[in-house]
């Protein structure tokens, strides 16, 4: 993938998130999560997000300019990914407000927002079930043994490198305490 002219001069409305047009791989990643015994498995894991414009979206006065993106993760040695998500990186100027919008194919959506400057390299999102705005949403399995309570978020950009950390607090049926899935990682741009 070569980023183009174009992508380069709409990355200008994009706000933050002009920077992270084009795609990225990550080798140094670092999964806590349940394990098959519902107790904590640590996985070492490769991945590769690809950000690509999506142009302008227009809802009445609103406008947003965005990202599509798409992201796989293998555990260090597999052959196949153990984690897909797919979504929207959005940016809406008069708010200052940055969106991700995804979906994991394990029957999970997500509406993570923040407040964040133009310029800003470093932003973070948030989520909470229950919430109209920026919420979650899961099938009834998940919502029954592994209840997404919370997502945060932080994003940092520097030239080519692009740093995540995430927290999914969990509420997991059996268990007082929640559960806090951590993932993150530092990526490079490889175009």
Same mark, same amino acid.
């Given at each position: 993938?070569?980023i183009t002219q174009v992508e380069l001069d709409y990355?200008?409305?994009?706000?933050?998130? %002009?920077?992270?047009?084009? /795609? &990225?791989?990550? !080798?140094?990643?670092?999964?806590?999560?349940?394990?098959?015994?519902?107790?904590?498995?640590? !996985?070492?894991?490769? /991945?590769?997000?690809?950000?690509?414009?999506?142009?302008?979206?227009?809802?009445? /006065?609103?406008?947003?300019?965005?990202?599509?993106?798409?992201?796989?993760? &293998?555990?260090?040695?597999?052959?196949?990914?153990?984690?897909?998500? $797919?979504?929207?990186?959005? &940016?809406?100027?008069?708010?200052?407000?940055?969106?991700?919008?995804?979906?994991?194919?394990?029957?999970?959506?997500?509406?993570? %927002?923040?407040?964040?400057?133009?310029?800003?390299?470093?932003?973070?999102? =948030?989520?909470?079930?229950? !919430?109209?705005?920026?919420?979650?949403? !899961?099938?009834?399995?998940?919502?029954?043994?592994?209840? $997404?309570?919370?997502?945060?978020?932080?994003? $940092?950009?520097?030239?080519?490198?692009?740093?995540?950390? /995430?927290?999914?607090?969990?509420?997991?049926?059996?268990?007082?305490?929640?559960? =806090?899935?951590?993932?993150?990682?530092?990526? =490079? =741009?490889?175009?």
């Amino acid at each position: 993938m070569t980023i183009t002219q174009v992508e380069l001069d709409y990355a200008k409305d994009l706000g933050p998130l %002009g920077g992270l047009i084009g /795609e &990225w791989e990550g !080798s140094r990643g670092d999964d806590v999560a349940p394990g098959k015994d519902r107790g904590i498995e640590n !996985s070492k894991y490769r /991945e590769t997000i690809i950000f690509t414009p999506i142009g302008r979206v227009d809802n009445h /006065e609103q406008i947003l300019f965005g990202l599509r993106y798409h992201k796989k993760a &293998w555990r260090i040695g597999a052959p196949d990914p153990f984690h897909e998500d $797919t979504g929207y990186m959005l &940016w809406d100027a008069a708010e200052r407000q940055v969106m991700r919008c995804f979906v994991v194919p394990r029957g999970i959506a997500v509406i993570a %927002g923040g407040t964040a400057a133009a310029d800003a390299t470093t932003f973070a999102l =948030r989520a909470d079930v229950g !919430s109209t705005t920026y919420g979650i949403c !899961s099938n009834q399995f998940l919502d029954r043994e592994f209840r $997404t309570v919370r997502f945060d978020v932080k994003f $940092t950009l520097d030239d080519d490198n692009l740093t995540y950390e /995430e927290v999914t607090e969990l509420q997991m049926k059996g268990r007082a305490e929640s559960f =806090r899935h951590t993932d993150g990682n530092t990526l =490079r =741009r490889v175009t």
